[in-house]
């Protein structure tokens, strides 16, 4: 038996290693991927972990939780995925709690005392951790479907005769189009390349292979373009506990002119990009990456790159008084109303991981 | 306790800590109210509180705010099931109520300064007490900004701000209330008080705080509201002249009947498009999720 | 691109073995070997590097032009030189390597001086061929088709579309027509173009087609700045204009009034405007040479009848000379100073691309003692800030460069934004360089004042809304060059992918805080003013 623990302890420490590894050297495959890595990684976590009450297993999952974060502090999703992990595991104590006190406490007192009832979760349960699991398990599955629901929205909001524009590529967005465009819906689609990562090439490619009517044009035509446009669709990778998305970069320049031009802007995004956290200024370390300068500048140019700052950061901050509505798993919602979805979602001690 | 007693209980409660908010004066007294209470029955006791509220808001203090902390306590502490033993209940409740209120102010302040940038340039109104304890613990935090307040005619509070902020090594000028859109291209961003947040989500504030909120608005700059849960007040404003009177005029003006077309009002009321986020002790909110907490809190 | 060059060759080289070999049939002659140049065209560069974009920019060098005449006779078609081993090429092949650089990549911004040189060599292969043309008498007609047709009996066509490696697409298409007929030339050609929708890579490669056509007709001078401004090699509105009127100057040098004709009118009509209309198909002209242009007119007009043509002519050169002094030179310096003074310490301007003139305003301000830094934000496909920040990082000044999808990173660093324009329209909006207008309006959010500096001579009356160049002026497949990674996007066209490049956009007045001329810093709303002024002037002179 104690073999057996050691070895399980060995197996779940080598792939925490491997996928923090992975995340440090960006070697994910898109975002869905991270999260279902992710939470597949807690639920090893939760299956080995000993405690004896939901304080500990709380602390536990944060701790390991923190370690895996640490990889990139600018990957909401990581975190994202463990708040919400740690949000199940109290509110699973929590029902297990109500369940034991169902006869002392009436409903409306219970009611009132909501933020007593938890207490420091030290209350024991048996049941807790098969509970846990099966509720993140419940998670893994909704995550699984993200795209699909979320494209499955798609004849709502793109009507005949559309013309759209998006930038860079992003899967679920692709997901989006394509499936309008296979309930026969013509539309136009203006792409934008993405530079300095040329994301946009590749969806440029795939949606023309779908038989999509797709332009590719460069960030600077965006202005030109604009006023031809229907609709502004991007994808994003995450969303800010203010409404606000953190995005590939040239989303805000293109939501600015959207603005401008009175183009309404959508965002397809499925819920677990969504953080607890703001971001007050987009100048906060944790919020930007910034990329090699030879994205911009090669080798060649070498004069020039000793002398000269090359920024190249990856995403953009778009503030949510840009954004007109998000389409998500859950449906269609105003930016405004993420901040309900931010209390379902997070406890609010969590949001400091 | 009588109305007089009342009164000179608020007062004191006042006197004694100026820190205090008048909400939080006024819970005090509403609580020592329960406790030496000698009513019978439960709708007694709830007339006293009522009675002891009017009174309270006959004195200076700010109405929007006292108003809104009284009837949420009265909200909260009645809303047991009650026959016998309503006192004790009716107490504990009150008292837990008191406490959560006296922690509000320390859970905003804390929100709040993670928004304040070293480096920032902060442009505020008038002296509010929950905004002077934010920029002081940002400076404890070791941040380094730099403060601009509005004189803030016609108590010219500002001052006072400046004398306050200035102790505690926050570099602070004092402009004219005028120099607002002068100001307003060297602010990071714009953080204020609020004697009453209501439904819209917009806010009612001392006099000038509109002004300062269009122009931050034109100029791209955030505007950021600090206030407690207990400010939230049962009010939807669609103009300025739709906001109510006992908010707008002293207690005295509106007693002596005075003209009111040629008073001026002490506050003013931003709509929430103004707003960017409001710091608060249920957390931060956006102006939209106001009316989702005042439906918690009042219903 | 060479590359790319070499894997199509041999597609478009299959598709043209019938009519090579019918070509060589006729012909008859796949030996004569080219021989270097018997002409010397003499080399000149049109002058001033002051006037061209970026200093720094290799791109907008003028290239050396390397008169490599091909042999003169009728057999012009086996003269054709084997492009990997395939007879298309009219290239010159002195033989010692220069294979290489006939091999002609798709043209230019990426063009090195090796294929700068190879297309001038084509050129005045061309230029040979159609001399030769003329002095054979064959096949002359006044139809440029049929003058190409004519070349193309003797694989002119296809060596036109093989000179553009980067073109595969229909290169069959053509040659067959002009292979199959030697003769009949014009009709199975027509047909063929009538019958299906070409691709944008078909239209470029007629277009060049046509301006080879029409290129016989023209000086040597002309032809070789036409070609300038279809590659792309002197790009900006002040490079344009101060080449054309460099090349006009000479070209005037060499005019005689016939007999029985006015100078005043004959120069005109029957000189210059053919030579306009052929710059303008070769790429349309900016508001800068137009304006130019128009003034030359105006001066060729007011030459008195009596006058000898030495002295009108010497009178109108200097007039030319004036006007780049007066409107390119000293405007620049009056910009400069007015905005020199806007300039303070510790700025941090961003600029857009690369405008000869904001670099003049940078460099002045730094020599001046001011300090500040700069933004540059660069767009693609053209990457014309790459040469900007070379030039700016020579000056000595410091430089961070971004890219326009970032820019609004940039701003949050930014104090001002400085433009430059290639016209300022009548209602005050301003033809740029694509992506301007989005600087602009995302200064204005970030509240950041937006300077232009532009000189009064390309102020226009003409009103421009949208951008909507329909004319092409860039190739397309320019987006799908993504740097030192393998293009993403092979096949666009079987995809049924389209691209957009386009070149220009137009900025609204209400982005703009302020003008800045050599007459002054001007609201937008005063171009009419200043375009009444001229007027005025012009009729007062």
């Given at each position: 038996?104690?073999?057996?623990?050691?070895?399980?302890?060995?197996?779940?420490?080598?792939?925490?290693?491997?996928?923090?590894?992975?995340?440090?050297?960006?070697?994910?495959?898109?975002?869905?991927?991270?999260?279902?890595?992710?939470?597949?990684?807690?639920?090893?976590?939760?299956?080995?972990?000993?405690?004896?009450?939901?304080?500990?297993?709380?602390?536990?999952?944060?701790?390991?939780?923190?370690?895996?974060?640490?990889?990139?502090?600018?990957?909401?999703?990581?975190?994202?995925?463990?708040?919400?992990?740690?949000?199940?595991?109290?509110?699973?104590?929590?029902?297990?709690?109500?369940?034991?006190?169902?006869?002392?406490?009436?409903?409306?007192?219970?009611?009132?005392?909501?933020?007593?009832?938890?207490?420091?979760?030290?209350?024991?349960?048996?049941?807790?951790?098969?509970?846990?699991?099966?509720?993140?398990?419940?998670?893994?599955?909704?995550?699984?479907?993200?795209?699909?629901?979320?494209?499955?929205?798609?004849?709502?909001?793109?009507?005949?005769?559309?013309?759209?524009?998006?930038i860079g590529?992003?899967?679920?967005?692709?997901?989006?189009?394509?499936?309008?465009?296979?309930?026969?819906?013509?539309?136009?689609?203006?792409?934008s390349e993405g530079a300095p990562f040329?994301?946009?090439?590749?969806?440029?490619?795939?949606?023309?292979?779908?038989?999509?009517?797709?332009?590719?044009?460069t960030e600077c035509?965006i202005g030109?373009?604009?006023?031809?446009?229907?609709?502004?669709?991007?994808?994003?990778?995450?969303?800010?506990?203010?409404?606000g998305l953190k995005a590939v970069t040239g989303t805000n320049i293109m939501a600015v002119l959207?603005?401008e031009?009175?183009?309404?802007?959508?965002?397809?995004?499925?819920?677990?990009?969504?953080?607890?956290?703001?971001h007050?200024t987009p100048q906060h370390a944790?919020f930007n990456k910034f990329s090699s300068p030879n994205e911009l500048l090669?080798?060649?140019?070498?004069?020039l790159l000793?002398k000269v700052e090359v920024i190249a950061p990856i995403f953009d901050y778009v503030p949510?008084?840009l954004?007109?509505?998000?389409?998500?798993?859950?449906?269609?919602?105003?930016?405004?109303?993420?901040?309900?979805?931010?209390?379902?979602?997070?406890?609010?001690?969590?949001?400091?991981? | 306790?009588?109305?007089?007693?009342?009164?000179?209980?608020?007062?004191?409660?006042?006197?004694?800590?100026?820190?205090?908010?008048?909400?939080?004066?006024?819970?005090?007294?509403?609580?020592?109210?329960?406790?030496?209470?000698?009513?019978?029955?439960?709708?007694?006791?709830?007339?006293?509180?009522?009675?002891?509220?009017?009174?309270?808001?006959?004195?200076?203090?700010?109405?929007?705010?006292?108003?809104?902390?009284?009837?949420?306590?009265?909200?909260?502490?009645?809303?047991?099931?009650?026959?016998?033993?309503?006192?004790?209940?009716?107490?504990?409740?009150?008292?837990?109520?008191?406490?959560?209120?006296?922690?509000?102010?320390?859970?905003?302040?804390?929100?709040?300064?993670?928004?304040?940038d070293?480096g920032?340039?902060?442009?505020?109104?008038?002296?509010?007490?929950?905004?002077?304890?934010?920029?002081?613990?940002?400076?404890?935090?070791?941040?380094?900004?730099?403060?601009?307040?509005?004189?803030?005619?016609?108590?010219?509070?500002?001052?006072?701000?400046?004398?306050?902020?200035?102790?505690?090594?926050?570099?602070?000028?004092?402009?004219?209330?005028?120099?607002?859109?002068?100001?307003?291209e060297?602010?990071q961003?714009?953080?204020?008080?609020?004697?009453?947040?209501?439904?819209?989500?917009?806010?009612?504030?001392?006099?000038?705080?509109?002004?300062?909120?269009?122009?931050?608005?034109?100029m791209n700059k955030?505007?950021?509201?600090?206030?407690?849960?207990?400010?939230?007040?049962?009010?939807?404003?669609?103009?300025?002249?739709?906001?109510?009177?006992?908010?707008?005029?002293?207690?005295?003006?509106?007693?002596?009947?005075?003209?009111?077309?040629?008073?001026?009002?002490?506050?003013?009321?931003?709509?929430?498009?103004?707003?960017?986020?409001?710091?608060?002790?249920?957390?931060?909110?956006?102006?939209?999720?106001?009316?989702?907490?005042?439906?918690?809190?009042?219903? | 691109?060479?590359?790319?060059?070499?894997?199509?060759?041999?597609?478009?080289?299959?598709?043209?073995?019938?009519?090579?070999?019918?070509?060589?049939?006729?012909?008859?002659?796949?030996?004569?070997?080219?021989?270097?140049?018997?002409?010397?065209?003499?080399?000149?560069?049109?002058?001033?590097?002051?006037?061209?974009?970026?200093?720094?920019?290799?791109?907008?060098?003028?290239?050396?032009?390397?008169?490599?005449?091909?042999?003169?006779?009728?057999?012009?078609?086996?003269?054709?030189?084997?492009?990997?081993?395939?007879?298309?090429?009219?290239?010159?092949?002195?033989?010692?390597?220069?294979?290489?650089?006939?091999?002609?990549?798709?043209?230019?911004?990426?063009?090195?001086?090796?294929?700068?040189?190879?297309?001038?060599?084509?050129?005045?292969?061309?230029?040979?061929?159609?001399?030769?043309?003329?002095?054979?008498?064959?096949?002359?007609?006044?139809?440029?088709?049929?003058?190409?047709?004519?070349?193309?009996?003797?694989?002119?066509?296809?060596?036109?579309?093989?000179?553009?490696?980067?073109?595969?697409?229909?290169?069959?298409?053509?040659?067959?027509?002009?292979?199959?007929?030697?003769?009949?030339?014009?009709?199975?050609?027509?047909?063929?173009?009538?019958?299906?929708?070409?691709?944008?890579?078909?239209?470029?490669?007629?277009?060049?087609?046509?301006?080879?056509?029409?290129?016989?007709?023209?000086?040597?001078?002309?032809?070789?700045?036409?070609?300038?401004?279809?590659?792309?090699?002197?790009?900006?509105?002040?490079?344009?204009?101060?080449?054309?009127?460099?090349?006009?100057?000479?070209?005037?040098?060499?005019?005689?009034?016939?007999?029985?004709?006015?100078?005043?009118?004959?120069?005109?009509?029957?000189?210059?405007?053919?030579?306009?209309?052929?710059?303008?198909?070769?790429?349309?002209?900016?508001?800068?040479?137009?304006?130019?242009?128009?003034?030359?007119?105006?001066?060729?007009?007011?030459?008195?009848?009596?006058?000898?043509?030495?002295?009108?002519?010497?009178?109108?050169?200097?007039?030319?000379?004036?006007?780049?002094?007066?409107?390119?030179?000293?405007?620049?310096?009056?910009?400069?100073?007015?905005?020199?003074?806007?300039i303070d310490?510790d700025d941090v301007i961003l600029v857009y691309a690369a405008s000869?003139?904001i670099a003049?305003?940078l460099?002045?301000?730094?020599?001046?003692?001011?300090?500040f830094r700069v933004i540059v934000v660069e767009g693609r496909?053209r990457t014309e800030g790459k040469s900007m920040l070379r030039f700016l990082v020579?000056?000595?000044i410091m430089c961070s460069y971004v890219y326009i999808g970032s820019a609004s990173h940039a701003m949050s660093e930014a104090t001002k934004v400085l433009l430059g324009?290639?016209?300022?329209?009548?209602?005050?909006?301003?033809?740029s360089r694509t992506g301007n207008s989005m600087i602009a309006a995302l200064a204005k959010a970030n509240n950041l004042p937006v300077l232009v500096?532009?000189?009064?001579?390309?102020?226009?009356?003409?009103?421009?809304?949208?951008?909507?160049?329909?004319?092409?002026?860039?190739?397309?497949?320019?987006?799908?060059?993504?740097?030192?990674?393998?293009?993403?996007?092979?096949?666009?066209?079987?995809?049924?992918?389209?691209?957009?490049?386009?070149?220009?956009?137009?900025t609204?007045?209400?982005y703009i805080t302020?003008?800045?001329?050599?007459?002054?810093?001007?609201?937008?709303?005063?171009?009419?003013?200043?375009?009444?002024?001229?007027?005025?002037?012009?009729?007062?002179?």
């Open positions: 038996m104690p073999g057996g623990d050691g070895d399980k302890a060995n197996d779940l420490k080598e792939r925490i290693s491997a996928f923090v590894d992975e995340i440090k050297k960006s070697n994910t495959n898109g975002s869905c991927d991270v999260a279902i890595k992710t939470i597949n990684l807690l639920i090893r976590i939760i299956s080995q972990a000993k405690f004896s009450n939901a304080r500990e297993l709380l602390v536990h999952v944060r701790v390991e939780g923190m370690h895996i974060q640490a990889a990139d502090p600018s990957e909401n999703i990581i975190g994202n995925i463990i708040r919400r992990v740690l949000k199940i595991i109290r509110e699973e104590y929590r029902e297990l709690l109500l369940q034991k006190n169902e006869d002392q406490v009436s409903a409306m007192e219970r009611l009132s005392m909501a933020d007593v009832d938890e207490g420091d979760y030290s209350t024991p349960f048996p049941q807790l951790k098969a509970r846990v699991i099966e509720a993140v398990s419940e998670l893994k599955i909704e995550l699984e479907g993200c795209v699909e629901n979320i494209a499955a929205l798609a004849p709502n909001y793109v009507n005949e005769n559309d013309v759209i524009l998006t590529r992003s899967k679920t967005v692709e997901a989006f189009l394509k499936s309008a465009a296979h309930k026969h819906i013509k539309f136009r689609v203006y792409v040329y994301g946009g090439h590749e969806m440029a490619k795939n949606l023309a292979q779908a038989k999509i009517n797709t332009t590719l044009i035509q030109t373009i604009m006023p031809l446009v229907n609709k502004v669709i991007v994808g994003t990778h995450s969303i800010m506990a203010n409404g959207a603005k031009h009175n183009k309404h802007v959508i965002v397809c995004s499925s819920l677990y990009k969504l953080s607890p956290l703001f007050s944790s090669d080798y060649e140019d070498a004069e000793s949510p008084d954004v007109s509505m998000v389409v998500t798993n859950n449906g269609a919602q105003s930016v405004t109303y993420v901040y309900r979805l931010v209390k379902d979602f997070y406890h609010a001690d969590d949001v400091d991981l | 306790m009588d109305n007089d007693g009342v009164l000179s209980h608020f007062k004191e409660q006042l006197r004694e800590d100026p820190e205090m908010s008048a909400a939080v004066a006024a819970i005090k007294t509403l609580v020592k109210l329960i406790e030496t209470s000698r009513a019978g029955t439960l709708s007694e006791l709830r007339d006293n509180i009522k009675n002891a509220t009017e009174v309270m808001l006959t004195g200076e203090y700010s109405y929007a705010s006292v108003s809104s902390g009284c009837e949420q306590f009265l909200r909260n502490v009645s809303l047991a099931n009650l026959d016998r033993n309503f006192k004790t209940v009716m107490l504990e409740r009150a008292n837990i109520f008191l406490k959560e209120i006296l922690k509000a102010r320390s859970k905003t302040v804390q929100m709040a300064t993670r928004f304040i070293d920032a340039t902060i442009l505020t109104h008038c002296r509010s007490r929950v905004v002077m304890q934010v920029l002081k613990a940002a400076a404890k935090e070791n941040k380094r900004f730099t403060v601009y307040v509005t004189e803030s005619n016609p108590d010219q509070s500002g001052y006072g701000a400046q004398e306050e902020l200035t102790k505690h090594g926050i570099p602070t000028t004092v402009i004219l209330d005028a120099a607002v859109g002068y100001i307003m060297r602010v961003l714009v953080m204020l008080g609020a004697e009453g947040v209501v439904e819209s989500g917009g806010i009612i504030n001392k006099i000038g705080t509109y002004p300062i909120a269009i122009t931050a608005k034109s955030p505007v950021y509201v600090v206030a407690e849960s207990f400010k939230f007040v049962r009010a939807f404003p669609l103009n300025q002249k739709d906001v109510p009177d006992h908010f707008k005029y002293p207690q005295s003006t509106l007693r002596a009947q005075k003209d009111l077309s040629k008073e001026h009002p002490l506050v003013d009321y931003t709509p929430p498009e103004y707003i960017d986020l409001m710091f608060t002790d249920q957390g931060v909110l956006t102006p939209s999720a106001v009316s989702d907490e005042l439906i918690k809190l009042y219903c | 691109m060479a590359d790319s060059g070499k894997v199509k060759a041999p597609d478009s080289g299959k598709k043209k073995n019938k009519s090579q070999k019918k070509r060589a049939e006729s012909s008859g002659d796949g030996g004569a070997t080219p021989t270097p140049s018997k002409e010397n065209v003499p080399v000149t560069k049109p002058a001033s590097p002051e006037g061209a974009t970026a200093a720094a920019s290799t791109g907008e060098k003028t290239p050396d032009v390397k008169p490599a005449q091909g042999a003169q006779g009728p057999k012009q078609g086996g003269q054709n030189p084997k492009k990997e081993g395939k007879q298309q090429k009219n290239q010159n092949k002195p033989e010692q390597g220069q294979k290489g650089k006939g091999e002609k990549a798709p043209p230019k911004p990426e063009a090195g001086e090796g294929e700068q040189k190879s297309k001038a060599q084509l050129k005045a292969e061309r230029r040979a061929i159609q001399e030769a043309q003329r002095a054979a008498k064959a096949t002359k007609t006044a139809e440029s088709g049929g003058g190409a047709a004519a070349a193309g009996a003797q694989g002119q066509p296809s060596s036109a579309g093989a000179a553009n490696a980067g073109k595969k697409e229909n290169q069959g298409e053509k040659s067959k027509p002009g292979g199959a007929a030697v003769a009949v030339r014009r009709i199975p050609k027509k047909s063929s173009k009538t019958t299906e929708k070409m691709t944008e890579e078909q239209l470029w490669a007629k277009k060049e087609k046509n301006l080879l056509g029409k290129a016989y007709k023209m000086d040597h001078t002309i032809v070789r700045l036409g070609y300038q401004y279809f590659y792309h090699n002197i790009v900006g509105a002040n490079a344009r204009c101060l080449a054309l009127l460099t090349t006009l100057k000479e070209l005037i040098g060499k005019y005689k009034t016939p007999e029985e004709k006015e100078l005043s009118r004959d120069l005109e009509k029957n000189y210059l405007t053919p030579c306009i209309s052929y710059l303008n198909e070769c790429r349309p002209i900016s508001t800068s040479m137009g304006n130019a242009i128009k003034h030359l007119k105006l001066h060729i007009n007011q030459i008195p009848s009596d006058m000898d043509d030495k002295t009108a002519i010497a009178r109108l050169q200097e007039e030319i000379e004036s006007f780049i002094h007066v409107n390119l030179v000293m405007a620049a310096k009056g910009v400069a100073e007015f905005a020199i003074a806007k310490d000869s003139l003049k305003v460099k002045a301000a730094h020599d001046s003692g001011k300090r496909p020579r000056c000595g324009a290639a016209a300022m329209f009548a209602i005050g909006d301003m033809h500096c532009c000189e009064t001579y390309k102020f226009t009356e003409k009103v421009q809304l949208q951008a909507g160049d329909s004319q092409m002026h860039a190739r397309s497949k320019d987006l799908l060059h993504i740097g030192h990674r393998p293009p993403v996007i092979t096949d666009h066209d079987a995809m049924g992918l389209r691209l957009l490049n386009q070149m220009y956009d137009v609204q007045s209400r302020a003008l800045v001329t050599e007459l002054g810093m001007l609201p937008c709303t005063s171009v009419p003013v200043v375009l009444r002024r001229q007027e005025d002037l012009k009729l007062n002179a």
